[in-house]
């Protein structure tokens, strides 16, 4: 199995505070990661830490193979603009552009496909999501769920390797929020890695695999294999990782 993204003896300070301190982790090309923890526990840092966002204070993040931990900031914007994706938990649409032209943006930014060629992905992914009805739409005309979409469909614009996600979920309710994670388990299903970040058990057991940060370090791993959306072993997944939850105490 190809492995996408590595980190090793990943630390991360800031001033006097270790806040990640020697973090090894491997993801697969096509796995889907959650990340969770107690609030201030440090997983919004490793996800920024990673991808790029932020830079570890000391290891290494290679993505496939590559150490990306030093590379210029233009090169490091060029690796987050083609191949990584961002989600949060609010969408950060810009005001003064439609959902479309949302989503279109970063694909022109990028240069590397011709016009047509992002129209028509932009098109695809606004189908998929069920937004294509609200695509001309002013970003203040739209709800909070088709925002979120909208910032998938943005964060896909350039086919990226790995979608990355912090509470993608923490803004919605649970039924959008369920909307929002067919979605991304949809995206994933068809080849995109991804590595969230979430406090929900619900939402973190749509996960390949979950690991816990305590104290800097990730205190332990649950592995739950590919979610299939049947009812009864969603119900068995969240049911294990919950238990596993309250032994890490959280
Ligand atoms: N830019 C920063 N400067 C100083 N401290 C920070 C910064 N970002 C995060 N921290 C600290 O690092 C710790 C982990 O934060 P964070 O990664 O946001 O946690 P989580 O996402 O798990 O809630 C917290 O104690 C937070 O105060
Ligand atoms: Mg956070």
């Known amino acids: 199995m190809k492995t996408t993204l590595e980190v090793q003896n990943l630390c991360k300070s800031y001033e006097d505070s270790n806040v990640l301190n020697d973090i090894n982790l491997k993801v697969n090309e096509g796995e889907f990661l959650a990340i969770m923890g107690q609030s201030g526990s440090g997983k919004s840092t490793l ?11 000391s290891g290494k993040v290679m993505l496939y193979g590559k150490d990306i931990s030093e590379v210029d900031d233009d090169k490091m914007s060029s690796i987050r603009l083609n191949k990584m994706g961002f989600v949060f938990q609010h969408s950060y649409l810009l005001k003064n552009l439609s959902i479309r032209d949302n989503i ?28 294509e009805g609200v695509a001309n739409h002013d970003i203040k005309k739209v709800s909070g769920g088709q925002l979120q979409r909208a910032a998938i469909c943005r964060a896909l614009i ?13 803004a919605l309710n649970s039924s959008t929020s369920k909307e929002v994670m067919d979605i991304i388990n949809t995206v994933n299903s068809e080849g995109t890695t991804v590595i969230m970040v979430t406090h929900s058990a619900k939402v973190a057991s749509r996960a390949d695999r979950v690991i816990f940060l305590m104290d800097g370090k990730i205190h332990d791993e649950l592995i ?19 238990e596993w939850l309250e032994k890490q105490g959280f």
């Not at 350039?158 to 923490?170: H, K, M, V, Y």
């Not at 590919?226 to 990782?241: A, I, P």
């Open 47 to 57: 996800l920024y830490s990673i991808s790029g966002m932020d830079r570890p204070t």
């Open 104 to 131: 279109v943006l970063p694909g022109f930014k990028a240069r590397t496909k011709s016009r047509e060629e992002i129209n028509r992905n932009a098109d695809r992914l606004l189908a998929k999501t069920g937004i």
């Open 158 to 170: 350039n086919q990226p390797d790995i979608l990355f996600c912090d509470e993608p979920t923490g």
């Open 224 to 242: 739950l294999g590919k979610y299939n959306g049947e009812e009864r072993r969603t119900s068995e997944r969240v049911q294990k990782l919950s």
